[in-house]
């Protein structure tokens, strides 16, 4: 591993090259936060992408991606005599250091779900911090993430089930009054109970100690694999999927998901 002086050598580099680009590349030169947005988001998405597939190679090219939007915002920012990169790194290390007080203070905390539930009283507290337990779980998250999100934020507040095993009784009733819903032919409460069994399921995962958002991604994966094995034998018969049967696609399906095992 590199020792500090190189890493900083490093940084400083990057702060060179952005200013370069700033200054003498056109499209550089026409950016603004508002239009880096889109492919900020795309660079975390690609990041998460390459962390599921455990490719190192690709997550340190992600992670240069995403530093590249953080600097840039940055620049921009200091452009606009608003903020510059160094405001940004202090910000993070006092809100780190202020945080933290069993590291950089004398609060004794033993173990990780003490540190959660004190990170979200001290936030709660701390000067133009959130002013509610929930306010800290931004809008625009992708629905499951925020989801997950909220039942944590939740939890550390002290709202949850006193045994994970109960999650499952109320994810059998969400499941039992979407079925009546379904019923009726009603298709706003449908969708109601729709995302009440969601969010039940969504909660029995986190008491579980599983992601749902890796969880599902993994299936997703699966599905593609499988289906696109389906395709793949089906057109070297010279027919279409849709000529099939479910029967005979089930049984193709099958034989993907053995293949998949070995």
């Given amino acids: 591993m590199n020792c500090r002086e190189s890493k900083l050598e490093a940084f400083g580099r990057l702060l060179d090259v952005m200013d370069e680009l700033r200054e ?9 936060n508002e239009s880096l947005r889109a492919n900020t988001i795309e ?14 190679e690709e997550i340190k090219k992600e992670l240069g991606d995403l530093l590249l939007h953080i600097v840039f915002y940055s620049k921009i920012s200091e452009e606009k005599e608003a903020f510059d990169i160094a405001d940004v790194c202090n910000a993070i290390c006092d809100k780190l250091i202020f945080r933290h007080p069993h590291v950089f203070g004398d609060l004794e905390i033993k173990t990780a779900g003490q540190v959660e539930h004190s990170w979200e009283q001290i936030k709660l507290k701390e000067k133009g911090g959130n002013k509610t337990v929930l306010e800290g779980v931004p809008a625009s998250l992708p629905s499951l993430v925020k989801s997950y999100r909220i039942q944590d934020k939740a939890r550390n507040s002290g709202f949850d089930w006193n045994q994970r095993h109960d999650v499952w009784a109320k994810v059998k009733e969400e499941l039992a009054e979407l079925e009546v819903e379904i019923e009726k032919l009603d298709a706003d409460k449908t969708e109601s109970e729709f995302g009440d069994l969601l969010f039940s399921i969504i909660n029995a995962a986190r008491l579980y100690k599983v992601n749902p958002d890796n969880a599902l991604e993994r299936t997703n994966k699966k599905f593609i694999y499988r289906f696109n094995y389906m395709e793949q034998k089906v057109r070297e018969e010279g027919k279409q999927l849709n000529q099939l049967s479910l029967e005979e696609m089930e049984l193709i399906w099958q034989e993907a998901k053995d293949r998949e095992i070995k």
């Fill in 24 to 32: 003498k590349c056109p499209w550089d030169k026409k950016q603004t």
């Fill in 43 to 56: 660079e975390t998405y690609e990041l998460t992408e390459a962390i599921l597939n455990n490719d190192n």
